[in-house]
């Protein structure tokens, strides 16, 4: 008692102290601001002008500001959401609580949590200071990751020109004559807008674990809303894309058995969170290979550290490197280091107009005018990267069949090799659409 009533009256002198100090800051620091509010310059006063707000899309990732309206900042990110990974024995309620938010989901095999501002207006937190929060090791805005043919004015669906077989993909890879394997045994993970498993040319090769990231559950299927969610004139731009990417898979490698994870809405857009879960989810349900035909400029380190995850399972990742005619910036995930970018080309083998290249492109497939699967039983022909990176996708069923035991490592090196030089199709890209164009029967030679 005695302590406590000592304290209350020390506690009243240490409060008039503070008071007065208090009152000294204040009125200093009210002269500072008028002294430096007034500063002179040639007799003429000078009111400091306000630092002009970054234009959204210039803010740098680590200093993004994460605001509670959820809208995309142009750049491409959720701007309520963030990822985290916290460090070993740290709880990310606790985290997320120490910050104001709540947590929306968590990945326990990589520690990442998504975080996530959620009725909370009036409420702006900078990257920054959580960043050094010591229980965080990895903080970043959820960027969006979208297919590459969701923003690029190319039509994703378009008609055959005449001259062009709807095989040459097919024909001109060595896939249609590479007859000794289909793939069988193999799994391949399609992270895409979902899959018609009802199509005649899926159905039976789907795996009982296909999963939905956005919803939870295993409907993988594709949906289309009727509206235009991401507002860009067209409606549902994207669905059938999973299917198409899908369809290319399995008519390369007609054995394998397909997992789709849908990680895409109906216009393409997800985001890095999603793809990583999906990943995530991917290696731990036995697929060796996982085509994601989506991109982002954003660097995620959440989706590396599930690609990393992934490569100690021993699978291999493929990636369309994007439709945007430009070798910068680079697109990720297919610029993360081990997993196999691909690049589009034609049936002439030269470089796709809309095709990115650059020093970080792994290999070249057809990505012109391919025909494939569509919703519904149907069939349409689609131009992209995204329509390349399958191929080498099935590719790589085909091969792992051959040869089971090759390593991740060892299986992704044959593949590379295995190419058709196309430097004198294309000298304006030297080096720069890969090792050349996918060449199956190398990998895989059936005699
Ligand atoms: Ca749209
Ligand atoms: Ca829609």
């Known amino acids: 008692m005695t302590r406590r009533s000592g304290l209350r009256m020390g506690s009243r002198r240490t409060w008039r102290a503070i008071t007065c100090l ?35 899309d210039q803010i740098p990732r680590d200093t993004a500001i994460f605001t509670p309206d959820g809208k995309i900042i142009p750049d491409g990110f959720r701007s309520n959401q963030m ?5 070993k024995d740290a709880d990310p309620a606790v985290v997320a609580a120490r910050w104001g938010v709540q947590v929306l989901g968590w990945i326990p095999e990589l520690r990442l949590a998504l975080l996530g501002l959620v009725d909370v207006p009036d409420t702006t937190i900078m990257l920054d200071p959580v960043s050094k929060d ?28 005449s001259g062009i077989s709807p095989d040459y993909g097919y024909s001109l890879t060595g896939a249609a004559q590479t007859t000794c394997v289909d793939g069988t045994g193999v799994t391949v993970a399609i992270v895409d807008t979902g899959i018609d498993t009802t199509h005649p040319d899926l159905a039976g090769r789907i795996s009982p674990d296909a999963y939905n990231v ?7 299927s594709e949906t289309a809303n009727g509206v235009d969610d991401n507002g860009d004139g067209i409606v549902d731009g994207m669905y059938g894309h999973g299917t198409h990417v899908a369809g290319i898979v399995a008519r390369v490698a007609p054995g394998a058995t397909l997992l789709p994870i849908k990680a895409l809405d109906d216009e393409g857009v997800g985001d890095a969170y999603a793809v990583t879960e999906a990943i995530v989810y991917a290696a731990d349900h036995g697929a060796k290979v996982i085509n994601l035909s989506l991109s982002s400029s954003s660097d995620s380190k959440a989706i590396e550290t599930a690609v990393n995850y992934a490569a100690e399972k021993g699978v291999i990742i493929v990636a369309a490197t994007g439709n945007d ?21 034609g049936p002439d083998d030269v470089k796709s107009p809309f095709s990115n290249y650059g020093s970080d492109i792994s290999i070249s497939a057809p990505g ?24 080498v996708a099935g590719g790589l069923a085909l091969l792992l069949q051959a040869q089971p035991s090759l390593s991740a490592e060892a299986a992704r090196a044959t593949i590379l090799q295995a190419v058709v030089s196309i430097d004198s199709e294309n000298p304006d890209y030297s080096g ?11 990998a895989v030679p059936c005699q």
Do not use: C, W
Not at 83 to 87: D, E, L, N
Not at 136 to 152: F, Q
Not at 214 to 220: G, I, P, Q, V, Y
């Open 432 to 442: 720069e659409l890969g090792s050349g164009r996918l060449e199956i029967p190398g």
């Open 83 to 87: 990822i985290i990974r916290v460090k």
């Open 22 to 56: 208090v009152a000294l800051v204040m009125a200093a620091g009210f002269f500072a601001s008028v002294l430096s509010a007034r500063a002179f310059d040639g007799g003429v006063p000078v009111v400091p002008t306000p630092t002009p707000e970054p234009a959204a």
């Open 134 to 161: 010591p229980d965080i090791d990895i903080v970043e805005v959820n960027a969006i990751t979208k297919a590459p043919e969701a923003r690029s004015a190319i039509n994703f669906s378009t008609q055959l020109p």
């Open 368 to 391: 012109t005018d391919i025909e494939s699967t569509m919703p519904g039983g149907a069939y349409g022909v689609s131009s992209g990267t995204s329509m390349a990176a399958p191929f």
């Open 325 to 345: 005619d430009t070798s910068n910036p680079k697109q990720y995930p297919a610029a993360i280091p081990g997993v196999i970018g691909v690049a589009a080309t």
């Open 214 to 220: 956005l919803t939870h559950t295993n409907d993988a």
